[in-house]
């Protein structure tokens, strides 16, 4: 019996594929339909290119591909993505359309967005989520490197707008811009965005890991205590042999 757990998409779902800032797809040749990373039919993963083949894998690259950290002209509320009367695989397809943002935080986004109105949305044709992924790579970071501790990122934007970074939303997170700590905000259900500047930004995220400052302090704490009891030993020690002497 076979065990694995996964988050392995359905090949339609180009749009969280693109979300995900995924570049490429690996097929595996060699192994049956139910192993990670097989498919039979290639028709539905729409966009993506054979670029190579290697050791029975071949390797497909999205034409919809927008590097890490990208901006968005619209946005919808959580309840009104929720809520469109689309189809799986249109929703997914919106995903590159609009920047989904918590329902008490829309007048913050209405500053800079414009917040479309869900009746208006239809399900969008290929053609049109190319278009999409275009728009985002217009203004997308032309640097994007990780670090031990977390990314960077270098933007030009034309105008002040959110940058949205698919890396998983954790509060051990900070961001900077231009060397000034910024807020991050949760958006599209559990990913970060962060407000820049119109201009040229130098963008740096720092991962502290949870409960490690406390850490630092009980170890700190530790380690005195330790020292303490040591000298009190020690103390100890060197009165209960004079006490021997004495006597």
Not at 6 to 18: C, D, Q
Not at 59 to 65: I, L, R, T, V
Not at 191 to 217: D, H, N, Q
């Amino acid at each position: 019996m076979h065990r694995k757990v996964t988050s392995n998409l359905k090949p339609s779902r180009i749009g969280v594929r693109a979300l995900l800032s995924g570049k490429y797809f690996l097929k595996n040749t060699m192994a049956s339909i139910e192993t990670i990373g097989h498919l039979e039919d290639m028709s539905e993963l729409k966009g993506y290119n054979l670029s190579n083949e290697e050791n029975g894998f071949e390797f497909y690259e999205n034409q919809n591909y927008v590097r890490p950290g990208f901006t968005f002209k619209e946005f919808i509320t959580e309840t009104e993505y929720e809520e469109t009367d689309l189809t799986q695989n249109a929703k997914d397809r919106l995903l590159m359309r609009v920047l989904i943002v918590p329902d008490e935080s829309a007048s913050e986004y209405e500053k800079y967005l414009t917040h479309v109105d869900p009746a208006s949305l239809s399900s969008p044709s290929f053609t049109q989520f190319t278009k999409y992924c275009n728009s985002r790579r217009l203004e997308s970071c032309s640097q994007f490197e990780t670090t031990t501790h977390g990314f960077t990122a270098k933007a030009d934007l034309s105008k002040e707008n959110y940058i949205f970074f698919s890396v998983p939303y954790e509060k051990g997170f900070s961001a900077y811009v231009n060397g000034k700590e910024t807020t991050i905000n949760k958006v599209d259900y559990g990913f970060m965005a962060i407000l820049a500047p119109a201009g040229e930004s130098t963008i740096e995220f720092k991962y502290t890991p949870s409960l490690y400052k406390e850490g630092r302090l009980f170890s700190l704490a530790g380690v005195i205590m330790l020292i303490a009891l040591t000298i009190i030993n020690h103390i100890t020690k060197s009165s209960t042999r004079r006490e021997k002497v004495e006597e």
